[in-house]
């Protein structure tokens, strides 16, 4: 029904940048709230920002400052820029859909690793 397409992960060193990009659909890209996740091995998933629309966004204490994210309503892609990236950061990265009344009706991507090396 849905399908969002994550790329863009890979391993830098820390201090680097990484542009993460999840395509959508035309349909969910417009209707549903986009949004980036992380999880780190033994670690609990969290929000690591979404973006509403009518430019309210949300981001994790740990990323404001150093991550962006946007959008390309041309493209029906969500983009998470990372600049000055810590160890910590190391995750696999998941791009998320979720409806914005439904909010237990929501979608995920496969999800792409990011690396952080010191």
């Known amino acids: 029904q849905v399908q969002l397409v994550e790329s863009g992960g890979g391993l830098v060193q820390a201090g680097g940048s990484l542009r993460l990009s999840c395509a959508a659909s035309?349909?969910?890209?417009?209707?549903?709230?986009m949004g980036w996740y992380r999880q780190a091995p033994g670690k609990e998933r969290e929000l690591v920002a979404n973006d509403a629309s009518g430019g309210i966004t949300n981001y994790a204490d740990s990323v404001k400052g150093r991550f962006t994210i946007s959008r390309d309503n041309a493209k029906n892609t969500v983009y998470l820029q990372m600049n000055s990236l810590k160890p910590e950061d190391t995750a696999v990265y998941y791009c998320?859909?979720?409806?914005?009344?439904?909010?237990?009706?929501?979608?995920w991507g496969q999800g792409t690793q990011v690396t952080v090396s010191s």
């Open positions: 998320n859909a979720r409806h914005p009344f439904l909010g237990g009706v929501q979608y």
């Open positions: 035309r349909t969910i890209f417009s209707r549903y709230v």
